[in-house]
């Protein structure tokens, strides 16, 4: 939408400040997927464990902490 506004002096239309800043293109990215643990490992389970109970509640800050831990493990411990 384009908000257009007169001058007090009678002039030609002016963008609005809201207008003018608005940035002309956006970058949207797909979500990034949940890290999956690797099979047969008890580190991976456990983390995935505590991901569920965090996503069982609602805390989808918990979740995400969880994810990041999973990828922190799974860096050290499965790519060495």
Do not use: W
């Amino acid at each position: 939408m384009v908000v257009i506004r007169q001058t007090t002096t009678g002039g030609t239309p002016m963008l609005s400040d809201y207008e003018a800043r608005r940035p002309t293109t956006y970058l949207l990215k797909e979500p990034r997927l949940e890290p999956t643990p690797i099979p047969g490992c008890g580190g991976c389970l456990s983390i995935c464990v505590r991901r569920e109970n965090c996503r069982s509640v609602g805390d989808f800050s918990g979740v995400s902490d969880c994810n990041v831990e999973l990828r922190e493990h799974q860096d050290a411990r499965h790519c060495a």
